[in-house]
């Protein structure tokens, strides 16, 4: 290793532990890691916890390991931490799969209608196919979305309709997202 501005002269190799290890800190901090050496945040959730995951804080050592970020679905009213109240505020009820700007597009365009053909759907919501595509799997993998093929002439077609589980869940979305702003549906 060089020192910058040392005219060539090499640094002198870091001191080695007892063991003949480098410490954690010598030399230059590793990527991730604070001036200990420690990944930050390791000790919150122990060990062997990874990332996104802590251990069990109700003590008795290491216990099993909870996620430290929640998805709250639709319909489910979670606790605040330490207080044991019951969240009111109307975002909880919002649907994190339909939050996204094309699945929330998709899902309301199929709202309005009894069956959309792919290719009407593509044009309409100005996505393109691998968009498309990607998104109703996602909504067709939650049961929010049924996908139907079949073939026009020769020419193969997919047609999308919005299932009874995507329209309850799209209907209480929008009442959230009313809720929200303070509208009650009655118009402008």
Known sequence: MRIPGGGG???PPPSRGPEGNLPPTAGVAAPGRDE???RPGATERGVDAPRGMSVDPSGGGP???LPRVGRVRAGSVPSTPGEGAPM???RHALDDLITHPVRFSIVATLAAADTVEFRSLRDLIEVNDSTLSKQVSALEQAGYVEVRKGYVGKRPRTWLSLSARGRRVFRDHVAALRAIVGDDGAGP
Do not use: I, Q, V
Request: charged fraction near 25%; hydrophobic fraction near 25%.
């Open 9 to 11: 002269r090499a640094a």
């Open 36 to 38: 200990d050496g420690e």
């Open 63 to 65: 216990g099993p390991l």
């Open 88 to 90: 009111t505020h109307p």
